[in-house]
T-cell receptor, first 110, second 113 residues
Framework: QKEVEQNSGPLSVPEGAIASLNCTYS??????FFWYRQYSGKSPELIMS????GDKEDGRFTAQLNKASQYVSLLIRDSQPSDSATYLC??????????FGSGTRLQVQP | NAGVMQNPRHLVRRRGQEARLRCSPM?????VYWYRQLPEEGLKFMVY????????ESGMPKERFSAEFPKEGPSILRIQQVVRGDSAAYFC???????????FGEGSRLTVL
């Protein structure tokens, strides 16, 4: 079982729609959760972090965490073509370095 | 404030040669991480270092690979006797603390002929 699992996609949504990206993790001791965005040929960049159960909103992005279900999600409202990228879920616990999922490729159709 | 600097950006080596990848973290960052990414795949953790210390090298192959982060100078990821399977993008990231909020360099793309 992979430590962090994501559907590879591609997830295709029309411009203006809500994109929903999901992630599950196996280590119940995980404490911190992150979403990184990676454009093709570029390096990852942090877009959201979440540490406690519930929702966290930042602009068009909402991260959701459910520790009981070991589930993290990212919602992107009013999706734009510029949001087309690979979204990487990542988790960490204790002194361990960040563990990434394999990413979900999002395509926003104009 | 300069970001994480990696060099070389592109490196071509023949099988059996050595590859050295360098990473200068952001100013004020003492935690450095190396990740490897194959095409169309996620980031695979290799090693986590803090100044002069290896904190976690559980993701690094036991043979041919080594990493260091000396008191002065950049962190170096060294791959000896490269093989074609080593061809990948190697990303370095840094952070001021081990919080998971990483700042990535542009990566070094290694091609082994």
């Amino acid at each position: 079982q992979k430590e962090v699992e994501q559907n590879s996609g591609p997830l295709s949504v029309p411009e203006g729609a809500i994109a929903s990206l999901n992630c599950t993790y196996s280590d119940r001791g995980s404490q911190s959760f992150f979403w990184y965005r990676q454009y093709s040929g570029k390096s990852p960049e942090l877009i959201m972090s979440i540490y406690s159960n519930g929702d966290k909103e930042d602009g068009r992005f909402t991260a959701q965490l459910n520790k009981a279900s070991q589930y993290v999600s990212l919602l992107i409202r009013d999706s734009q073509p510029s949001d087309s990228a690979t979204y990487l879920c990542a988790v960490t616990a204790g002194r361990r370095a960040l563990t990434f999922g394999s990413g979900t490729r999002l395509q926003v159709q104009p | 404030n300069a970001g994480v600097m990696q060099n070389p950006r592109h490196l071509v080596r023949r099988r059996g040669q050595e590859a050295r990848l360098r990473c200068s973290p952001m100013k004020g960052h003492s935690h450095v991480y190396w990740y490897r990414q194959l095409p169309e795949e996620g980031l695979k953790f290799m090693v986590y270092l803090q100044k002069e210390n290896i904190i976690d090298e559980s993701g690094m192959p036991k043979e041919r690979f080594s990493a260091e982060f000396p008191k002065e100078g950049p962190s170096i990821l060294r791959i000896q006797q490269v093989v074609r399977g080593d061809s990948a993008a190697y990303f370095c990231a840094s952070s001021p603390e081990n919080t998971g909020e990483l700042f990535f360099g542009e990566g070094s793309r290694l091609t082994v002929l």
